[in-house]
């Protein structure tokens, strides 16, 4: 079918016009579709780059968390530094307290079913009282330097450690690390070596700075109410810059992980890279909805491995009831943290029993079915019993459990948790971790996720259980981000 067709046109001769010509009017409507196609994919670009440029930032006002009002003169900005010392009196104090204990005995057969088995808590509470070496365990704590400086009215403690011998021309990358509850800067003390002093020569040497949440070990605790993890991700920005650090790397853990991605949520510019080993779903989409609803038939759809699927299904099972077996702490500190704490901070026996079952079910929840809780299979009595002096001696067990009210006492639907990140992000998949979080679920939140490595082994404290496993991650995490071969 021919659709050329010929048309009068005004040539000056008026009705004695002859001419023909050829109108290819498919050829122009091409044209014009052609056109508007394009118009709209350039404007597509256009509305994406400009959606890009205005990604969420989370905001944060500055806060003043010492007591009374802001004193009426300037911030003191000096960095102190700091020695953790004990003497007689404490260590004399503490023995009158552990002889004093009231034993109660276990039900037959229980393990740590029931929490802390009495009969194994005697051992620990024997040794702690006979063998452990507090002053040995102290020096140990300075063997790298610490400091204090106040932000927002109080007195922030971290510790700070530098590479020594730093090849000619070589810079160190800073690596801001933060722990969680019931842990301490003390987790990451067997990984900072590995980190600042690398044996192969060809990894990156670390800047590693350690603080404790305020309300934690040496750290200050806020005197007033709202202190949350969004205060503390600010707090350790202005740490980070006091520090001279106009970028850095970030790694988090247990509340070290929400620290660290408000910190990501907060100044996305700042924070090069975030390596995380723990994400659990803060606002659960779609896609993870979907994926346990179908990922038990159709894994390869939802990338699920043979491990994602052992520790998913079945659904009630593994993230209903084993959550609620296991966060029962959880609603206490959330809702009424003072009144358990103030029976804990008088007894250290109630203390370590309190902080130690965690790092027996934690790290692997079969432990529970263990006479000993399976705690020295992985960590030696000496580092488990430093982690609760650190609580101990500073007294801050209210003041951390407190971390949870601040937190939740806002609700669930605060503006982070809705947020996504667009950092480079760096995911460590241990897999006996509290909370398993298969690689799409990560990738719902960070939505920039580089690495995700399914890990060897390993648990809930892995940076205190695993710190070769981890550093290695953290060094091939960062060699990515800094275009170093790994």
Known sequence: MNHWSPFRHNCGRGQNCHCILWNNEPAAESTMFTEVMLALVVGGVIYFLVQKSKRPQL???????GEGTPPDREEDVSIRPYTVRTDKEELEDL????DQTRSFPSLEDSQFTYGFNSQYLQNVVSYWRHDFDWRRQVDQLNKYPHYK?????????????????LPE??????????????????????????????SNPDDIMFEVVCPSIPGYCFSEAPHKKGFDSVCAARVFHKLMKRLGFQQ????GGDWGWIVTTNMAQLEPKIIKGLHLNFAPPSKPGLPMVLSIMLGHRFPKIFGFNE???QRIYPVVQNLVVESVKESGYMHIQATKPDTVGRGLNDSPVGLAAYILEKFSTWTDHDFRNLDDGGLTRKFSLDDLLTNVMIYWTSGCIISSMRFYKENFSKGLDQPHSKMPVHVPTGFACFPNELMHTPKLWVQQKYRELKTFTPMARGGHFAAMEEPELMAQDIQNFTKMQEKRKK
């Open 248 to 251: 850095f790397y970030a790694h």
């Open 59 to 65: 905001k944060s006002e500055d806060g003043w968390w």
């Open 149 to 165: 400086t106040n932000i927002e009215g109080i007195d922030v403690h971290y510790v700070h450690v530098r590479p020594k011998n």
């Open 307 to 309: 491990h994602d699927i």
């Open 95 to 98: 023995y009158r307290r552990i």
């Open 169 to 198: 021309g070589v810079t160190a990358v800073p690596l801001l690390m933060v722990h969680g509850w019931p842990g301490s800067f003390y987790e990451f003390y067997r990984m900072i070596p590995l980190l600042t002093q690398p």
